[in-house]
């Protein structure tokens, strides 16, 4: 069996001197869909931050290898570049960027010259070339055209954002995708769009975690695997099945400590 992707090792991460993560291990493969539920406060966020490298999350012991290689001293455009790629729960809005623009200086970056297994656009990949990419791209996911020549999050709903960050997905191509509570304040029409746009994207090539609280985006996007996070740590971990008894149960029977006698 071949190496996954992500592997997380016995993570220990602080913030500002509080201890987040407690000891959490996981690995995430191309072609598998993971998702990691937990209530409030269990260190979920603290997680897909750490492994995109934001600076406020130390980590004070354990490992993060992506194709083999730590990423612990790679900045986070090295780590995007090399092919992590994190949806964000609350996505910034940029005034006078466009979605097209944006989307074309992440992609340019992305096939920089050294990227490992990138093609060797020296000088960023030709605007007709791009066009058509994103005219074929948000064909994929249902998307106007018009929607890639407005300002970047500037104005948009709460669910055309979470579709922007699909599309910087699609665009992007990354070998694992970490979607950060991107159900969040979406209504169901919106969830059922955007779980569509990551259902179309999803296969071979790519891994998903779908960090969340609740089941309701895993109606529409099946996991192969479910883990649960308490208090820094992953208590247990199953299949599609542990989503549906945690919507029955809650999440008490694990603080409880009954899932460690699994």
């Known amino acids: ?18 201890e ?9 493969s191309k072609g598998e869909v993971h998702a990691l539920m937990g209530p409030n406060g269990s260190g979920k966020s603290t997680l897909a931050n750490t492994i995109l490298g934001h600076p406020r999350y130390e980590v004070t012991s354990g490992d993060i290898r992506f194709k083999g290689e730590s990423v612990l001293e790679m900045e986070t455009d090295e780590r995007a570049r090399a092919g992590l790629f994190m949806a964000f729960q609350y996505p910034v ?18 096939l920089a010259p050294g990227t490992d297994g990138a093609p060797a656009h020296k000088k960023g ?19 106007d055209e018009s929607f890639a020549t407005r300002y970047l999050n500037d104005g948009f709903s709460g669910g055309e954002k979470k579709r922007a960050e699909i ?6 191509q990354p070998e694992i995708a970490i979607m950060d509570e991107t159900d969040s304040g979406l ?6 769009v955007v779980s569509e746009g990551v259902n179309a994207l999803a296969g071979p090539a790519m891994g998903v975690l779908v960090i969340t609280h609740y089941n309701r985006i895993l109606n529409y996007i099946k996991p192969d695997h479910v883990h649960v996070m308490v208090d820094g740590r992953i208590q247990v971990s199953g299949g599609p099945e542990l989503a549906l008894e945690l919507e029955s149960r809650g999440y008490d029977w ?9």
């Open 125 to 143: 990949m030709p605007p007709k070339e791009f066009r058509a990419l994103l005219k074929d791209k948000m064909a994929l996911l249902r998307m």
């Open 20 to 28: 987040i993560l407690k000891g959490l291990s996981l690995s995430v």
């Open 254 to 262: 694990v603080r409880d400590g009954e899932a460690m006698a699994r």
């Open 1 to 18: 069996m071949s190496t996954p992707e992500l592997v997380v090792t016995d993570l220990h991460v602080a913030v500002e001197g509080k």
């Open 93 to 110: 809005a940029i005034p006078g960027v466009s979605v097209a623009n944006f989307l074309r200086t992440a992609l340019n970056a992305r």
């Open 167 to 172: 599309l910087q997905m699609a665009l992007l």
């Open 187 to 192: 209504d169901i029409d919106a969830l059922r």
